[in-house]
T-cell receptor
Framework: GNSVTQMEGPVTLSEEAFLTINCTYTATGYPSLFWYVQYPGEGLQLLLK?????DKGSNKGFEATYRKETTSFHLEKGSVQVSDSAVYFC????????????FGRGTQLTVWP | DAGVIQSPRHEVTEMGQEVTLRCKPI?????LFWYRQTMMRGLELLIYFNNNVPIDDSGMPEDRFSAKMPNASFSTLKIQPSEPRDSAVYFC?????????FGAGTRLSVL
């Protein structure tokens, strides 16, 4: 089947620290991979995506590389800010087909000044 | 574009009452999704539509839950009768590709 496993949270960091949130997936075929972010009181919004192996998605200083050999899509940022405090969701879509996304459980990130 | 619009933003009701949540997707999007988010269970897909037709409703928890999409610009999620364990944030999302756009959600409290 199709599933996503994220590292358990919460993650608490000081401002300017390095962030890694691990994500691994199980999927049939060649999925597209996504990171969504949910700020307090809001809906989820797309942070970045990658559609094929070795692609790197990036946005707002965040990066994630699609690793087929390790079935992973870890989220990284070199220097977090207080404004990055949010819940981060890893997700996959099967191949190029439209339709549902398979979401991980989400990882709460809190950044302290 | 105004994005996905959900109403109401907050709903407080008593056990046994009927609750109707509403969603207006982004114009031109042909997929619509309903999710439920709780601390215990995380984000759950309840049902999704393609071109107004329900494709997968396997996530709908019970017969008390029903969803309709009478046209391309409107969908409802109804709970009848509501129970305290239905308290959650309900999100609607729409898409025309594999990127989903979420509404701000409806926070439902059933007392």
């Amino acid at each position: 089947g199709n599933s996503v496993t994220q590292m358990e949270g919460p993650v608490t960091l000081s401002e300017e620290a390095f962030l890694t949130i691990n994500c691994t997936y199980t999927a049939t075929g060649y999925p597209s991979l996504f990171w969504y972010v949910q700020y307090p009181g809001e809906g989820l919004q797309l942070l970045l995506k990658a559609t094929k192996a070795d692609d790197k998605g990036s946005n707002k200083g965040f990066e994630a590389t699609y690793r087929k050999e390790t079935t992973s899509f870890h989220l990284e940022k070199g220097s977090v800010q207080v404004s990055d405090s949010a819940v981060y969701f890893c997700a996959l879509a099967r191949g190029s087909t439209l339709g549902r996304l398979y979401f991980g459980r989400g990882t709460q990130l809190t950044v302290w000044p | 574009d105004a994005g996905v619009i959900q109403s109401p933003r907050h709903e407080v009701t008593e056990m046994g009452q009927e609750v109707t949540l509403r969603c207006k997707p982004i114009s031109g999007h042909d997929y619509l999704f309903w999710y439920r988010q709780t601390m215990m269970r995380g984000l759950e897909l309840l049902i999704y539509f393609n071109n107004n037709v329900p494709i997968d409703d396997s996530g709908m928890p019970e017969d008390r839950f029903s969803a309709k999409m009478p046209n391309a610009s409107f969908s409802t999620l109804k709970i009848q009768p509501s129970e305290p364990r239905d308290s959650a944030v309900y999100f609607c999302a729409s898409s025309s590709s594999n990127i989903q756009y979420f509404g701000a959600g409806t926070r439902l409290s059933v007392l």
